[in-house]
């Protein structure tokens, strides 16, 4: 039997796919049933990498999701239109989607599924969270006999990149910034990126397969790395910590609760966790269940040949269940999606975490216990109170608490930010 797969883009990860499809020598059999029936592309005259047949290429992409000869769509053509629109056409007309488009699925992902699940065909997006690491299908398959707890990691490449440079060479962020997109390891447009949105919807994504719901995406808490400054980088070394744009679900372990809590931020994190020494472009994903405990997955989070990697791997799966059970409308609930509840977000004052901030205070006799004061009488038990030194005529003190309920902090804050002898509070962060 011989598989026709529509590829809906041709730019890197469309290259990639196609790479790995017309050399199938040394890897998996299953490749060599599978070719590419039509390529779906913005322009017929742009040079390629690769020569294909010219009758293959066409720039109506509509035409390629109603074909009838083709069995699986590949979507990689990224953004929200037209790529809703075609998944959902291609899903119409009886084919299997392949994705690695983050934003649709954790967005769209509600419809999708829903009519995915009608017309009994698959929706598959391993390359979606993670490029080339293998952590959708394991949260589905490997893990499943376990009860998720967290699920936390690094999942957007630019922003490590960026933390990583800035803790490495002292630099601004503005400057590492404009490096990143010098290497092309930032879009010209960086928000996506650096406000944590990429990895927002990478997390709501993985919390609905981990935790067995669905997620709302707009209920994901979202802060980026505009403000990190290289002085707390700085700083969070000498204390023993990394800096990580961290995204992070958890259980909150209430009984007869369904809540999670969701969020995505820039953390600090201790240099002996496993998280700490995953840098540069890297992404690593910690999952904590019972009875296994922790496992990390870790690896290329980006780049035409892991993310395309990923993209065909989903592609044998599919080719492989029609191969053994033919065209059948019955789906594979370890590769399907069954979800039908939404979970409950926790809000975030009622998030437990320790935090970080950085004062400027005038250099005014008994400050510190000005400080110490006014979290006592809020609930904030204190870990470490450091002075760092003059900045100006200003002290610097950096204060990391215990654990917190975030509410009670923020009024803190506000109690604190009133004080005479407060300046300001450039930098809040929390601590893993």
Same mark, same amino acid.
């Given at each position: ?47 390629? +990498? ?60 509600? +419809? ?42 690094? %999942? ?18 503005? +400057? ?44 994901? /808490? ?5 403000? %990190? ?52 472009? /890297? ?40 191969? !053994? ?58 870990? !470490? ?20 309920? +975030? ?10 930010? !009133? ?14």
């Amino acid at each position: 039997m011989t598989f026709k797969i529509g590829l809906l883009g041709f730019g890197v990860v469309g290259t990639g796919t196609a790479k790995i499809l017309l050399d199938p020598f040394g890897r998996h059999p299953v490749l060599k049933e599978i070719t590419i029936g039509r390529v779906g592309v913005r322009s017929l005259d742009k040079p390629r +990498e690769i020569e294909l047949s010219p009758h293959l290429l066409t720039t109506d992409l509509e035409s390629i999701v109603t074909d009838p000869e083709i069995d699986i769509i590949v979507e990689l053509l990224g953004g929200l239109e037209p790529a809703r629109s075609l998944i959902l056409q291609a899903i119409a007309s009886g084919k299997h989607v392949v994705t690695a488009n983050k934003a649709v699925i954790a967005r769209f992902g509600d +419809e999708i599924y829903a009519k995915a699940n009608e017309k009994g065909v698959y929706v598959l997006l391993e390359a979606a969270v993670g490029g080339g690491i293998p952590v959708i299908k394991p949260l589905k398959q490997s893990l499943g006999a376990n009860r998720i707890s967290s699920i936390m990691g690094i %999942v957007n490449g630019t922003t490590n990149y960026i933390l990583t440079e800035m803790s490495q060479k002292g630099a601004d962020f503005s +400057e590492v910034l404009a490096k990143a997109q010098e290497l092309g390891y930032a879009e010209a447009d960086p928000t996506a990126d650096v406000d944590g949105f990429d990895a927002a919807d990478k997390i709501a994504i993985l919390a609905s397969l981990g935790f067995g719901g669905r997620v709302k995406r707009e209920d994901v /808490y979202c802060e980026g790395i505009r403000q %990190v400054s290289a002085v707390d980088i700085a700083y969070a070394d000498r204390l023993g910590f990394v800096i990580k744009l961290l995204a992070i679900a958890k259980d909150t372990v209430k009984e007869d609760s369904d809540t999670l809590e969701l969020r995505v931020h820039p953390t600090l994190v201790p240099k002996i966790h496993p998280l700490a020494n995953a840098n540069g472009v /890297y992404n690593a994903i910690l999952v904590e269940g019972e009875p296994l405990g922790q496992v990390m997955f870790y690896g290329p989070g980006a780049g035409g040949g892991p993310t395309a990697s990923a993209v065909v791997s989903d592609v044998m799966n599919i080719v492989g269940i029609l191969k !053994s059970s033919g065209k059948t409308k019955e789906l594979d609930p370890l590769l399907s999606c069954v979800h039908q509840h939404y979970c409950q977000i926790a809000p975030m004052e009622d998030l437990s975490t320790r935090f970080y901030a950085r004062f400027l205070c005038r250099d005014v006799p008994g400050v510190i216990g000005h400080l110490g004061m006014a979290f006592g009488d809020h609930g904030v038990s204190l870990e !470490s109170v450091v002075q760092i030194g003059i900045r100006g005529d200003l002290a610097e003190i950096v204060v990391v608490t215990h654990d917190v309920r +975030e509410g009670n902090f923020r009024n803190a804050l506000v109690a604190i930010d !009133s004080l005479e002898a407060i300046d300001s509070i450039p930098s809040i962060l929390r601590v893993l």
